[in-house]
């Protein structure tokens, strides 16, 4: 694209206040521009809809309950070892998000959250996935996707560690898509002055990046049926579990989701639920307040959180392809360009924009919702303190038994 057509093509768009520095651009900076331009995707901005989505009817979801789990495990965990053992089934790591809310300066999973010892995000995780391997006698996949300003970091450190002793060949990272980034109207920030903001597109656009990174390849060669994805917060989740996995396939179900019971109504996660009959999971500020604090025998209706962890059939996931999976306004501080000066805001100034990996769940024709305790199976670490933070996470780990 050349300038005068970039021009035009912005007129267009309303965004021709990207070719505001063109005129102090050296060469190869206006080249990068240019280039910049071309890639961005500004159909995702048109599409922006700000006001809130219409619920349909919300029915309660039959969960596979800990009580139901613990009188079936044996017979859960024989059918998910044995797909296990046949390779049917690869993890996915989502580790792209910028994990702003640690506030720590290095991809999340690098964090040490060992207090004697060093014991990163990372290696905690590969340890839960060796306890699995242990079992099976054979090593799965692991494809882990991280973002255009994380991925080397990421990879170095993995390199470093030799991988936690995992096998190199079985461990793909890819490199998540990415977004550009706006102000509240709509108008598309400069990064700098030759290059757009973009951003990570949110969890949601992880199977479009893995696809479109290549690795699908792999799967096909390797037959591989189904993949659990897993977020990099959880320093306590299993990961592949036998019996998550057993379940999922022998209940008949396209996909699956580890849940939680909620500690209280207000408390901040997703809920899966039924809409108009097909699975879906709503967002905590998204339950109507009748049904938030709806109770059947002592016990919230609406009561299974997710955990991000969850089991998709990888046939299924093709439907959520195609730029299907409607795009949210997160509000952030976003650094950009404002009168010649790169600004970085401590407030949010603009949105990113972010698929969500529950969205993906709707496409799905059945969900198992299995409940793990979780006291044993869950401790994000989002904050540096408070709730779901580092200090949260270490008090579980250690009732866990792991030395930190
Ligand atoms: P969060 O929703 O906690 O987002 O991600 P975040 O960006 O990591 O953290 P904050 O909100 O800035 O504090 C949940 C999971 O989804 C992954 C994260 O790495 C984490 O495992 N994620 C999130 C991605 O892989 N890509 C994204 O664009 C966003």
Redesign the pocket.
């Known amino acids: 694209m050349d300038y005068e057509r970039a021009k035009i093509y912005l007129e267009e768009r309303g965004q021709q206040h990207l070719l505001k520095y063109y005129g102090e651009l050296s060469e190869e900076e206006r080249a990068q521009l240019l280039k910049d331009i071309e890639n961005t995707n500004f159909s995702i901005i048109k599409k922006l809809n700000k006001t809130p989505k219409k619920i349909g009817k919300i029915t309660p979801v039959n969960a596979v309950t800990v009580q139901d789990i613990k009188r079936r495990r044996l017979q859960f965990e024989s059918v998910g070892l044995n797909m296990l053992h046949e390779g049917k089934v690869a993890a996915v790591l ?9 506030g720590y300066d290095g991809p ?1 999973g690098t964090f040490n959250i060992g207090v004697t010892r060093e014991l990163s995000i990372f290696e905690l995780q590969m340890n839960n996935i060796f306890s699995v391997v242990k079992k099976t006698g054979r090593y799965f996949h692991l494809f882990i ?1 991280t ?1 255009v300003q994380n991925n080397e970091e990421t990879v170095q450190f993995f390199k470093d560690r030799k991988f936690f002793g995992y096998p190199n060949d079985l461990i793909h990272f890819f490199i ?1 898509d990415v977004a550009p980034t706006c102000d509240f109207d709509g108008k598309i920030f400069l990064d700098r002055k030759n290059r757009v903001s973009l951003a ?4 949601g ?2 199977y479009s990046s893995l696809v479109n990174s290549g690795l699908a390849r792999v799967m096909e060669h390797e037959n591989i049926e189904w993949l659990n994805v897993y ?3 959880n320093v306590l989740q299993k990961i592949c579990d036998p019996s998550f996995i057993g379940a999922t396939v022998l209940k008949q179900c396209r996909c699956g989701a580890k849940v939680v019971s909620k500690t209280c109504p207000e408390e901040k996660v997703g809920v899966m639920c039924n809409e108009d009959g097909k699975p879906t999971v709503l967002e905590y500020f998204e339950i109507p307040e009748h049904l938030k604090s709806k109770t059947r025998k002592g016990e919230l209706v609406y009561r299974f959180g997710v955990t ?1 962890n969850y089991l998709f059939n990888v046939h299924d996931l093709n439907l959520t392809l195609s730029g299907r999976l409607p795009y949210h306004l997160a509000e952030k501080a976003i650094p950009h360009m404002e009168d010649g000066e790169r600004v970085v805001p401590n407030q949010p100034c603009g949105y990113k924009l ?1 698929t969500l990996i529950v969205d993906m769940v709707k496409f799905m024709d059945s969900c198992l919702a299995y409940e793990v305790e979780r006291e044993k199976e869950f401790a994000p670490v ?1 904050n540096l303190s408070g709730t779901d933070s580092v200090d949260t996470a270490r008090e579980l780990l250690a009732k866990n038994g792991i030395t930190l």
Not at 94 to 102: F, H, I, V, Y
């Open positions: 989502l580790a792209g998000g910028q994990g702003s809310r640690l999340k996707m973002s998540q990570p597109n949110g969890n656009g992880w977020g990099v917060d991000l972010e989002k």
